[in-house]
């Protein structure tokens, strides 16, 4: 079994000298993965399907009554799911074959390519936002929120301009539809800390009423689980197509890399969760990885550094505050199981931090919950800052980390599970399908 140490002294030196270039990491995250994507793309219990129905009661006059029925029309559309293999195999022009024998021979591959993703993006994206606008009038309370308003407003006039945009035939007019994407793209990279706003407001809320408090709060946290799942693939869908008109990148397809090093991306997230818990504590603890450390596979790096970010952070946060900043910290251990049988990719991150109460166990996946200070919550949601996460963000702030990681691991087909034995520590078991075949389990 391969073994790798990140000592503390080293992991110290490294935070030390990152602390003194400015309080960033010396590192680009995103550029180490894939120079052109932006690592803000984000989204279970998962809705069976409805009838669509008149919604927008509290919509904003700018929008009129045809808008209105074009949002409705589009949210009465099924949703495409596509897989990790759908996205290579299209993205490496292996299903060119629907394009005729004249297109073919009058477009080159690279244009046919970039116009056949344009096109299956045009239909489903409005089809994707306008079931997430729906879903957004059907919350109770949450949707009276002026946060969770604006983000469907954002989504409605996204609709709009896609189900405008003329014919998409040519590579002149792939250009442009790529300028399209690439504004909404930008336009929505804040609409994590709006929601997280929208359930800041929507937990002060509930501090207001008597009854029903168990059951909002259930309902609203399997809304959001379907909301970040289904804004993850926005977020890729887009993300893959304009990584694609991109110059290629060796092993990728995309923001797609094809031989993944969970070993290298752990590397970095001990890097940047240290540098995290260092700014806060003045101290990390090491991390000790055994295991397949010579471990490739299909992959999007950007997911798996962000689950595994999150994981580290929490348990050195944890381990520091059990042990005390000036005391001899147990070592962190990750673990990365693979063989040649084996279904998934299987990550497991434990830690000696004393463990998580059984009565808390169910609320470390809920949205409304959190152990951060409430003024550091409050500084968040009051921010107007465009990127979803980063290595800025305070050790333990809005309670989002564990449930967006969950819906990571889903969003292609495979899990995260924590077991905790209170008083001891916790184990965190991240599991990441090895075959790329499964489909997103979109909710309706």
Known sequence: ?????????????NIIRRILLQGKPSVNLIEWQHPCYNNDHLSGQFLAPTKAKRFFSTLDVQFSETDRR?????????????????????????????????????????????IQVAGFLKHELPIRLAH???????????????SVRDVRDLYIKSIIELSNFGDLETPEQEERFAKLVETIYQRHSSVLVQMARGA?????????????????????NSFLDRFYLCRIGIRVLIGQYLALRQPP???????ICSNTSPYEIVKRAIDDAAFMCTRRFGDAPEVIMTGRLDLTFPYVPTHLHYIMLELLKNSMRATVEWHGVDADFPPIKVVIADGAENEDV??????EGGGITRSNMRKIWSYLFTTADPA???????????????????????GYGLPISRSYCRYFGGDLSIMSMEGY???????LTRLGNSREPLPM
């Open 70 to 114: 074009m949002v409705e029309d589009e949210a009465a559309r099924l949703q495409t799911s596509v897989s990790l293999q759908d996205l290579m195999k299209t993205g490496r022009g292996e299903r060119l074959d629907m394009f005729d024998a004249e297109t073919r021979e009058r477009h080159g591959a690279t244009d046919l390519v970039l």
């Open 1 to 13: 079994m391969m073994r790798s140490v990140i000592p503390r002294r080293i992991v110290r030196g």
């Open 200 to 220: 800041y407001e929507f937990r002060t809320a509930l501090r207001e009423r008597k009854g029903n408090e168990f059951e909002l709060q259930d309902g609203s």
């Open 132 to 146: 997430r606008v729906q879903d957004l009038e059907r919350v109770p309370l949450f949707e009276e929120m002026q």
């Open 249 to 255: 990148v060796e092993n990728y397809v995309g923001i």
């Open 425 to 431: 520590g916790t184990d965190a078991f991240v599991y």
């Open 376 to 398: 550091i919550q409050e500084g968040m949601v009051g921010s107007n800052g465009g990127n979803d996460h980063g290595i800025d963000a305070p050790l333990a702030g809005l």
């Open 346 to 351: 299987v990550i497991k991150v434990s830690d």
